[in-house]
Every structure is written in C-alpha cells, then in structure tokens.
C-alpha cells in the first residue's frame, strides 16, 4: 500500500512537463507515472487538479538564535528554529540549513557545538542540517 498519491498535477519530468500521478513511500517519491496509474490500496489521495507538483526547498543558508548586537551594547537574538522552520514551510521550503558554531578555542569540540545546536531543533517540523563556523 502507498503512503500518499499525488493526482493530476503538473509534474516536470526528464522528458517534458505533463499531467501525472506521484507515489510517495515513507516520505519518499516512489514513482511518477501517468493519470491513473496508482490504482491499489492508498492511504492518502491528494487531488491537484492541475496544479504544480514540486518537492520541497532547500534553504542552504539560516541563523537560528543567532546574536544580534546594538549600537547600546544590548544582544537580541534571531529567532527559533521552530519559529523559522514554520516560515519555512508555509513557503514551501522542508529542508533548513543552519550554523552550529564553535568558538574555535582548545575547550570547544565540533562535536559540542554540533550537539548544542541539535538541542535547539529538537521540536523542528523541518528537515535540518548544519554548517559549523
């Protein structure tokens, strides 16, 4: 049984751009194939009538509670990754790329900064991963 078909939207193919039908399995494009095409058990059938079918985006580039310093000294921050992360999606963008920095001293492992930063997307809707400065 597949997860979800896709019916009859606009898909951009190798060989040229048409109406077809989308499979997705465990997350994943299983196969596109013509109208009709996916006619067993499905658990979720999601008409697009035309409308296009694209995967999500990818954002390479995002600061999640990022500091922010003022002209009097104060330091705000960028906002959640949960805040963003659902920005994101509305416009269509699953995947985030975030910075987990390290302070580049003797006492700062990657793998610490990389494991802080995974705390601060632990209730992310998104698809993440990180750059480390």
Not at 22 to 33: F, L, P, S, T, Y
Not at 96 to 116: G, K, R
Request: hydrophobic share 40%.
């Amino acid at each position: 049984m597949l997860d979800t078909v896709v019916r009859g939207g606009v898909v951009v193919t190798p060989t040229g751009t048409g109406r077809f039908d989308v499979a997705i399995q465990d997350g994943r494009i299983a196969a596109v194939g013509a109208p009709g095409t996916f006619t067993q058990d499905v658990a979720n059938i999601v008409e697009a009538d035309g409308a296009l079918v694209i995967p999500g985006g990818i954002d390479p580039h995002v600061h999640t509670n990022w500091p922010i310093p003022a002209k009097d000294g104060t330091v705000t921050h960028s906002a959640s990754p949960q805040h963003i992360g659902r920005a994101a999606l509305f416009g269509g963008t699953t995947t985030l790329v975030d910075f987990a920095v390290a302070d580049c001293t003797p006492e700062t492992e990657i793998a610490d900064a990389i494991e802080a930063k995974q705390k601060e997307w632990a209730d992310a809707e998104t698809d993440y991963s990180f750059h480390v400065l």
